[in-house]
C-alpha cells in the first residue's frame, strides 16, 4: 500500500502543472492560436487518461452497470459544482469564474490521484503526470485572463501559487477513505472522478479554446497530438 508522503507529492503535480501555465503566461507574449491549440491537446489527455488508464482497468474489477453509474456521478457532480460557482461569482465578473473553475478541476484532478493511488501506486504516478501535461495550458488560460483583466501582478501571483491546494486537499481525502476499502469501492470512486474529470475537459477546455480564436486543422491535431501523447507516456512507464 502506497505512503501518505507518495500521495502528498504526487498531488503537487497537477498544480505544478497549472502553475507553471501561470508563470509562462506571465513571461510570454499571449498568442490566441497557440493558446487554442494547447487547450485542444490538453483536451486529448484528458480523454486519453480516462479511456486507457481509469475505464479499463475498472471494467476488469466491477460491472458495466457500475462503471455507467459512477462515472454519471462523477459528471453530475462537475455540472453541480460549476452551477454553484456561476451563482457564486455573480456579478463579480467572468475570470474569478474562469479561476475557481480550474480550482475545481483541479479538485478532481486530486481525487484521481487519491483514488488512483489507493489502487496502485503506479496507477497513482501514471494519472499524476497525465495531470500535469494537460494541466499546463489550463493554467496559462486562466493567468491570461486575469492579465488581460489587468489583475496586479502580485495577486496574480499568489493566485498561481494557491492552484496547488486542491489537488493536494482532494488527493487526501480521496486516498484516506479509499485506502481500506474493497477494490470495488476503489475503482467506481476512480471512475466517478474520471467522470467529473472528463466532463470538465468539454465544458472548460473546449469552450475555453473556442472562446480564444475559431478552430482549424491544426486544433483537430492538436487533440489528436496530445491524446497520442499520453498514450506513450503510459506505454513508457507501464510498458
Given at each position: 500500500?502506497?505512503?501518505?508522503?507518495?500521495?502528498?507529492?504526487?498531488?503537487?503535480?497537477?498544480?505544478?502543472?497549472?502553475a507553471?501555465g501561470?508563470?509562462?503566461?506571465?513571461?510570454?507574449?499571449?498568442s490566441?492560436?497557440?493558446?487554442?491549440?494547447?487547450?485542444?491537446?490538453?483536451?486529448g489527455?484528458?480523454?486519453?487518461?480516462?479511456?486507457?488508464?481509469?475505464?479499463?482497468?475498472?471494467?476488469?474489477t466491477?460491472?458495466r452497470?457500475?462503471?455507467?453509474?459512477?462515472?454519471?456521478?462523477?459528471?453530475l457532480?462537475?455540472l453541480?459544482?460549476?452551477?454553484?460557482?456561476?451563482?457564486?461569482t455573480?456579478?463579480?465578473?467572468?475570470?474569478?469564474?474562469?479561476?475557481l473553475?480550474?480550482?475545481?478541476?483541479?479538485?478532481?484532478?486530486?481525487?484521481?490521484?487519491?483514488?488512483?493511488?489507493?489502487?496502485?501506486?503506479?496507477?497513482?504516478?501514471?494519472?499524476?503526470?497525465?495531470?500535469?501535461?494537460?494541466?499546463?495550458?489550463?493554467?496559462?488560460?486562466?493567468?491570461?485572463?486575469f492579465?488581460?483583466?489587468?489583475?496586479?501582478?502580485?495577486?496574480?501571483?499568489?493566485?498561481?501559487?494557491?492552484?496547488?491546494v486542491?489537488?493536494?486537499?482532494?488527493?487526501?481525502?480521496?486516498?484516506?477513505?479509499l485506502?481500506?476499502?474493497?477494490?470495488?469501492?476503489?475503482?467506481?470512486?476512480l471512475?466517478?472522478?474520471?467522470?467529473?474529470?472528463?466532463?470538465a475537459?468539454?465544458?472548460?477546455?473546449?469552450?475555453?479554446?473556442?472562446?480564444?480564436?475559431s478552430?482549424?486543422?491544426?486544433?483537430?491535431?492538436?487533440?489528436?497530438a496530445?491524446?497520442?501523447?499520453?498514450?506513450?507516456?503510459?506505454?513508457l512507464?507501464?510498458?
Amino acid at each position: 500500500m502506497p505512503e501518505l508522503s507518495t500521495v502528498l507529492l504526487l498531488a503537487l503535480l497537477p498544480g505544478v502543472g497549472v502553475a507553471a501555465g501561470g508563470l509562462i503566461a506571465e513571461l510570454a507574449p499571449s498568442s490566441k492560436k497557440w493558446l487554442n491549440w494547447s487547450l485542444h491537446a490538453a483536451a486529448g489527455i484528458v480523454i486519453a487518461i480516462a479511456a486507457i488508464e481509469v475505464l479499463p482497468e475498472a471494467l476488469e474489477t466491477v460491472s458495466r452497470w457500475t462503471v455507467g453509474i459512477a462515472f454519471a456521478i462523477g459528471g453530475l457532480g462537475y455540472l453541480a459544482a460549476q452551477l454553484s460557482i456561476e451563482k457564486r461569482t455573480e456579478g463579480s465578473g467572468r475570470v474569478w469564474m474562469i479561476y475557481l473553475a480550474a480550482a475545481t478541476d483541479l479538485f478532481g484532478d486530486g481525487l484521481l490521484i487519491g483514488a488512483g493511488t489507493a489502487v496502485s501506486a503506479d496507477l497513482g504516478i501514471t494519472l499524476a503526470i497525465g495531470q500535469i501535461m494537460a494541466n499546463i495550458p489550463e493554467g496559462f488560460a486562466s493567468l491570461s485572463t486575469f492579465r488581460a483583466n489587468d489583475t496586479p501582478r502580485p495577486t496574480r501571483l499568489w493566485l498561481t501559487a494557491a492552484f496547488i491546494v486542491p489537488a493536494v486537499v482532494a488527493a487526501v481525502i480521496g486516498f484516506l477513505v479509499l485506502r481500506t476499502r474493497p477494490e470495488s469501492w476503489q475503482y467506481s470512486a476512480l471512475t466517478a472522478a474520471a467522470g467529473l474529470y472528463t466532463v470538465a475537459a468539454f465544458e472548460d477546455i473546449i469552450h475555453e479554446a473556442h472562446e480564444t480564436t475559431s478552430d482549424n486543422r491544426r486544433s483537430t491535431l492538436a487533440l489528436i497530438a496530445g491524446f497520442t501523447l499520453f498514450v506513450f507516456t503510459s506505454a513508457l512507464l507501464r510498458g
